[in-house]
C-alpha cells in the first residue's frame, strides 16, 4: 500500500511566525487531504487538494502529483493553530481509504 | 448542515461487555468507513462499505463488526470489547465518485 511520510514531526513557532509542512507519498494518489487535529481531538477538514494549489484564509496548499509531494503553508500563526496536522492519501475511487501520515505536532507559543 | 455524527463521544466499559458505536451521515454518501486512532500508530482502518448491505475489510478488522442495512447508517460493534481496542474511534463517509471524506467528531473508548 501507500506509505506516507510527513516532516517535520514537531514545530515549535513564535505566533506570528510562517512555516511548511511536508508530505511525501510513496506512490502516484488520486486522493489527498490535509487535516488538523484539534486538541479535543476532532479532525477538520483543511483541504482537499489531489494536485494544484488551494488557498483558505491563512492557509495554502500545494500538491505536486507528479513529484509525489503535497506542502501545507499556515502564514502568521495563531495559538490556535496548534494541534496536529495530517496528510492522507489514497488512489482514490471505488473502495479505496485514506492512508495517514503520523502527523506534525505544530505548537504555537504566544 | 452537511455533517457526520458518532455516538456516544465518549465510553468506559469492561473486558467482554458488548457495544455499539452508532454513526450517521446527511450526505447520502455510498461510501463509509471506520478508523481508529492510536499513539504512535497513527490513524488506520477498521472496516468499510461501499453500499447498503456491502462491507469489506480494513488494515485492522479483528475484534470488530459493522453492519451497512440503511445508507446512512454504519454503526461499529464491538462483541467482547478488549483492552488493547482502547482507542479513539472514527466514521468517515465520503461520495463514491468525488473522493474527500468526511469524518465524525471522535468516540473515545476505554476498555477496563
Known amino acids: 500500500g501507500i506509505q506516507v511520510e510527513q516532516s517535520p514531526p514537531d514545530l515549535i513557532l513564535q505566533e506570528g511566525a510562517n512555516s511548511t509542512l511536508r508530505c511525501n507519498f510513496s506512490?502516484?494518489?488520486?486522493?489527498l487531504q490535509w487535516f488538523h487535529q484539534n486538541p479535543w481531538g476532532q479532525l477538520i477538514n483543511l483541504f482537499y487538494?489531489?494536485?494544484g494549489t488551494k488557498q483558505n484564509g491563512r492557509l495554502s496548499a500545494t500538491t505536486v502529483a507528479t513529484e509525489r509531494y503535497s506542502l501545507l503553508y499556515i502564514s502568521s500563526s495563531q495559538t490556535t493553530d496548534s494541534g496536529v496536522y495530517f496528510c492522507?492519501?489514497?488512489?482514490?475511487?471505488?473502495?479505496?481509504?485514506?492512508?495517514f501520515g503520523k502527523g506534525t505536532h505544530l505548537i504555537i507559543q504566544p | 448542515e452537511a455533517q457526520v455524527t458518532q455516538n456516544p463521544r465518549y465510553l468506559i466499559t469492561v473486558t467482554g461487555k458488548k457495544l455499539t458505536v452508532t454513526c450517521s451521515q446527511n450526505?447520502?454518501?455510498?461510501?463509509m468507513s471506520w478508523y481508529r486512532q492510536d499513539p504512535g500508530l497513527g490513524l488506520r482502518q477498521i472496516y468499510y462499505?461501499?453500499?447498503?448491505?456491502?462491507?469489506d475489510k480494513g488494515d485492522v478488522p479483528e475484534g470488530y463488526k459493522v453492519s451497512r442495512k440503511e445508507k446512512r447508517n454504519f454503526p461499529l460493534i464491538l462483541e467482547s470489547p478488549s483492552p488493547n481496542q482502547t482507542s479513539l474511534y472514527f466514521c468517515?463517509?465520503?461520495?463514491?465518485?468525488?473522493?474527500?471524506?468526511?469524518f465524525g467528531p471522535g468516540t473515545r473508548l476505554t476498555v477496563l
Open positions: 468517515a463517509s465520503r461520495d463514491i465518485t468525488y473522493n474527500e471524506q468526511f
Open positions: 506512490d502516484s494518489v488520486n486522493n
Open positions: 487538494i489531489p494536485s
Open positions: 492522507a492519501g489514497g488512489s482514490g475511487g471505488g473502495a479505496d481509504g485514506l492512508t
Open positions: 450526505m447520502n454518501h455510498e461510501y
Open positions: 462499505s461501499m453500499n447498503v448491505e456491502v462491507t
